[in-house]
């Protein structure tokens, strides 16, 4: 294929692929007899995007699932009018609930939404299931099946409130429909994106056989590099990679430093880094501890450093780490963390420069469902600082347009690194937008996004 007259890095210049790779570059060039030809005319021709955290799984749930957290539902009522919207009589799947719209939920409160119906919400921040009384029936709850994380009242009957059991939750319940990852191809390929990092610490072989399932039919164009625990089997597909070892560390359990460094070791001596999960100022100390005590390799990644004041993030600054946070929550969380949130702590929430300034190397994921999964969207709310009602949060963090594109420019296997560029010999993932990036980095707006082109193929374009 012959890319003719796109702007790449400022210039307008021609591009032709061959096997999946730029073979040619330069202005004008001569068009090969029967080489097929897309016009860019003028728009921006860009690396295609890579999301460095996100959930494809629970993506694909989601869009199936009845939204029950802001901005869509804000108060009881709204919540109670969405559940009662779910189609069919089974299971009623709710995602993105957040304490704001009705306190903390549990099988009493549930039971008087949905009486009925078999009924599971999902809090936002993805660690805790929220389960009426037909739904702890199905899971065995009433009669006996329990697991560290299931909270029972004084009387030992649990109350519906089951605390990082996504896996132990999903074998009870017994497999059901596979979610549609191919819309989440497709979703993908509108905002860009034709690579993933996918996050999830339960993922294992059967994961994976479900990727390359989809790869290979085409429901995921997109490559993947495949995060998950330490039995996580190595994969051979040109398109999907296994990651680094997900460890997740809870405030309200964390392990023994010595715990911790143990399993970093372990993972470094089978060949792979770890990502560490860190959204309180307590983990990423104990997760930096470790990482040091262990000794950090250049792989190891801190995931979200949610709160990282200036002393945190010169401890992590002495490590090879890097970080992958989540600039869209500023947008999509701001209002609520203004509220909630210690005003000691708001200035270090999900912070691009100063992490930037210490020398980290930074890259950011949408962490979608939990994140709107538009990087286009978290690209500005890094730009802007601006929450969904307008507010200024942390303003200090904000970066350049360029910066705000590098956290989703960069090598897969190096998040944080120089962006990658079009270049002879680079791959020919691409994402074009329709207009030169001089006058499209003003909003960086999704719906500038003309068209997705993967290895010489057309994926995508706007209508």
Known sequence: ??????????????????????????????????????LAAGGALLPGLHDHHLHLFALAAARGSVACGPPRVRNRDALAGALATAPGTGWIRGVGYHESVAGPLDRTLLDALVPTRPLRVQHRSGAL?????????????????????????????????????????????????????AAVGRQLLRFGVTG????????????????????????????IVVMGGAKLPPVRHPDIERGAVKLVL?????????????????????????????????????????????GAHPGDRIEHASVAPPDLVALVAELPLRVVTQPGFVRERGDAYLREVDP?????????????????????????????????????????????????????????PERALALFAGDPHAPGGPPRRIRVGSRADFCLLDRPWASARHSLASRHVAATLRAGELLWRAG
């Open 1 to 38: 294929m012959l890319i003719a007259r796109a702007e790449v890095e400022g210039r307008e210049l021609d591009v032709r692929i061959r096997a999946g790779r730029v073979i040619e570059l330069g202005p004008a060039l001569t068009r090969i007899p029967d080489e097929p030809v897309f």
């Open 344 to 400: 000691a702590d708001r200035p270090w929430l999900y912070r691009c420069r100063g992490f930037e300034s210490a020398g980290v190397p930074l890259a950011a994921g949408t962490d979608a469902p939990f994140g709107d999964p538009d990087p286009w969207l978290a690209m500005r709310a890094a730009v802007e600082r601006r929450t969904q009602d307008g507010a200024l949060l942390a303003g200090a963090e904000r970066v350049a």
């Open 250 to 294: 809870r405030e309200s359990a964390l392990p023994r430093l010595d715990e911790l460094e143990a399993a970093v070791a372990r993972a470094h001596a089978d060949g792979r880094p770890v990502a560490v999960h860190c959204v309180t100022r307590s983990e990423l100390v104990l997760a930096a501890a470790a990482l040091a005590g262990a």
């Open 196 to 223: 993933v990092t996918d996050a999830t610490p339960h993922n294992d072989a059967a994961t994976l056989a479900a990727f390359v399932e989809a790869s290979e039919r085409g429901a995921l164009p997109q490559r």
């Open 129 to 181: 299931w929220m389960l009426n009384s037909a739904a702890c029936a199905r899971a065995g709850l009433d009669r006996g099946a329990d697991a560290p994380g299931v909270e029972r009242d004084r009387s030992g009957r649990a109350n519906g409130r089951l605390f990082g059991l996504d896996g132990w939750l999903r074998e009870r319940l017994g497999p059901g429909e596979a979610p549609d990852l």
